[in-house]
């Protein structure tokens, strides 16, 4: 059975939703449904492949899902693979574009129309293993802590489909540390057998929003919360958004917004085929490779993502908290899980604080901005970006000078604190 919505049927099938071994049906005044996901579906010129996704998307033992699929003005048979894949299933759309917009911005006109609480966003050369969502999901509902998305370790596969290895592609460890509550504490899919709970239980890991460094895999594998994908969406130009992936714009900002989480257990497979955009080769010892032509856009993806976090950074800064905020603002600027001092060394990541400086002024104050940024950053660095907005070293003087003061008095205490902890005797 399915509901109409607009055009787009999205599926209402009853599978049970329990709680402490009982049907929530009966122990709810009305019927609880199941959360909707959806898939957006994103290709240009991967007829080969893109059939293999979207059956893959039609073959989650997930009954609640809708899916979009954009096509990016494909010039091959994609169109005509498309549809026969789809068929006459009403859970599916396509939109069709007259142009390759970028896998971004392709992206956002299917976020557009997506209606989920969860959204995946559906490389068109890779596919899900038919448990993905279910797994997925029950990890959202099951985690102590809501995450801003879960990211799942991927089946490598060439490009006949043949299996390479299994496993993250982030820089973290794949070894998981019983994270999610007791199973009979949390509302449970039937789609999730006894076991299958156990062992996402055993492989999963939460990370909180201060951990840094890339911790996951490429977008397939991640499901993300809608609102909060509205909340950090980019507004970039045209011919910047090109160059822009999903995953390398959402995944941290994502994470330093709310927090992530990992699991170990293959869900898709990651096809590296010798046209990746982001990776083209398998990975080796936990190394993040970025062999593929991504790389040369990530500094207009760090741009994009500081100016996501400066567009409205009062409000954020009271959200999120002053000490997680100026944090996030190395995060995003940082790509190898360095320090906040390190990241701040680097030209690049100096000349992004710059043309956002007056964005900062405007909203915390000069001195403010300059005491904050001087805790991030050593002085010789805070120089540079002075210097390069125009502000001289007469910015230093005399106000930075308590800064410097207050600096040095905080990291006296510190040393204190430190001292006499060691002193005092064990137990």
């Known amino acids: 059975m399915h509901k109409k919505l607009d055009g787009l049927s999205v599926g209402t099938s009853a599978s049970n939703l329990t709680l402490r071994g009982l049907s929530l049906n009966e122990l709810a005044p009305e019927p609880v449904a199941y959360p909707l996901v959806s898939f957006i579906i994103r290709n240009w010129n991967y007829a080969r492949f893109v059939g293999s996704a979207i059956r893959s998307v039609r073959h989650q033992t997930y009954p609640n899902f809708e899916a979009i699929v954009v096509d990016n003005g494909s010039t091959d048979d994609s169109r005509r693979e498309i549809e026969a894949a789809i068929g006459d299933d009403p859970r599916f759309r396509a939109i ?7 896998a971004l ?12 609480d969860f959204v995946t966003f559906v490389d068109s050369d890779d596919y899900l293993l038919a448990d993905f969502t279910a797994m997925h999901v029950q990890a959202h ?3 102590p802590r809501s995450v801003a998305f879960t990211s799942s370790a991927v089946i490598e596969i060439d490009a006949t489909g043949a299996a390479l290895g299994t496993g993250l592609r982030g820089s973290q460890a794949d070894t998981g540390k019983g994270s999610l509550r007791s199973s009979f504490l949390v509302v449970r899919l039937s789609e999730v057998s006894d076991v299958q709970f156990d062992q996402l239980d055993g492989s999963i890991v939460a990370h909180p929003p201060t951990e840094n460094g890339w911790l996951w895999s490429p977008g397939t594998s991640n499901m993300f919360r809608r609102f909060l994908l509205e909340t ?22 994502a994470h330093v917004f709310a927090g992530s989480a990992t699991i ?17 080769n398998p990975t080796l010892d936990g190394a993040v490779d970025a062999s593929g032509p991504a790389r ?5 993806r760090r741009r994009e993502a500081m100016r996501v976090l400066v567009e409205d950074a009062a409000s954020l800064s009271a959200s999120m908290g002053a000490w997680r905020f100026w944090s996030a603002i190395a995060q995003v600027l940082d790509s190898d899980g360095v320090t906040s001092l390190q990241v701040f060394e680097a030209p690049e990541a100096q000349a992004i604080i710059v043309e956002n400086l007056p964005a900062l002024f405007a909203a915390f104050g000069k001195w403010g901005t300059l005491r904050k940024l001087r805790q991030l950053m050593s002085r010789s660095a ?21 800064i410097e003061i207050s600096m040095l008095e905080a990291r006296l205490r510190r040393k204190r604190r430190t001292k006499a902890a060691r002193r005092k005797p064990r137990p």
Do not use: Q
């Not at 950090?232 to 900002?253: E, N, Q, W, Y």
């Not at 170990?264 to 083209?280: K, Q, V």
């Not at 040369?296 to 207009?300: G, I, L, N, S």
């Open 382 to 402: 805070l120089k540079a970006i002075l210097r390069a907005a125009d502000l001289g070293p007469a910015a230093y003087a005399p106000r930075m000078i308590s």
């Open 232 to 253: 950090i969406r980019p507004r970039a130009k045209t011919d910047v958004m090109f160059g822009l992936s999903v995953d390398g714009h959402f995944c941290r900002l």
């Open 105 to 116: 911005a392709g992206a956002l006109k299917g976020l557009d129309v997506a209606r989920g």
């Open 264 to 280: 170990a257990m293959p869900l898709s497979a990651y096809r590296l085929h010798g046209g990746n955009f982001f990776a083209g």
């Open 296 to 300: 040369r856009f990530f500094p207009a």
């Open 141 to 143: 509902l099951a985690l």
């Open 96 to 102: 069709w574009l007259d142009e390759n917009l970028g």
